[in-house]
């Protein structure tokens, strides 16, 4: 099983900028990607960004340049940095952990973070 232990969820501004981050333990090894969802009210969750066990990133367009994926492989951790947030991006990120092993995916995730953007 793999553990994901989100945090730095909280209240901003518009225009303000958090960083969320998201600690793997557990069997890790064959983790192949961690991704960054997140889930308005009365909306489907959606993918926000994306980073491989390589390094390749990719992103909704609608964060594009406000938002960072890394991840710190020594920390087992991955983080979100955004930046210039608007009030819809307000909604519960989750984090969550893409592992295959002899051909089976599993996804894990983590309990959520609240982002709350006022306007």
């Known amino acids: 099983q793999v553990q994901l232990v989100e945090s730095g969820g909280g209240l901003v501004q518009a225009g303000g900028s958090l960083r969320l981050s998201c600690a793997a333990s557990?069997?890790?090894?064959?983790?192949?990607?961690m991704d960054w969802y997140r889930q308005a009210p009365g909306k489907q969750r959606e993918l926000v960004a994306a980073?491989?066990?390589?390094?390749?990133?990719t992103y909704a367009d609608s964060v594009k340049g406000r938002f960072t994926i890394s991840r710190d492989n020594a920390k087992n951790t991955v983080y979100l940095q955004m930046n210039s947030l608007k009030p819809e991006d307000t909604a519960v990120y989750y984090c969550?952990?893409?592992?295959?092993?002899?051909?089976?995916?599993?996804?894990?995730w983590g309990q959520g973070t609240q982002v709350t953007v006022s306007s």
């Open positions: 557990g069997s890790i090894f064959s983790i192949s990607a």
């Open positions: 980073i491989t066990s390589g390094g390749t990133t």
């Open positions: 969550n952990a893409v592992r295959v092993r002899l051909g089976i995916r599993d996804d894990f």
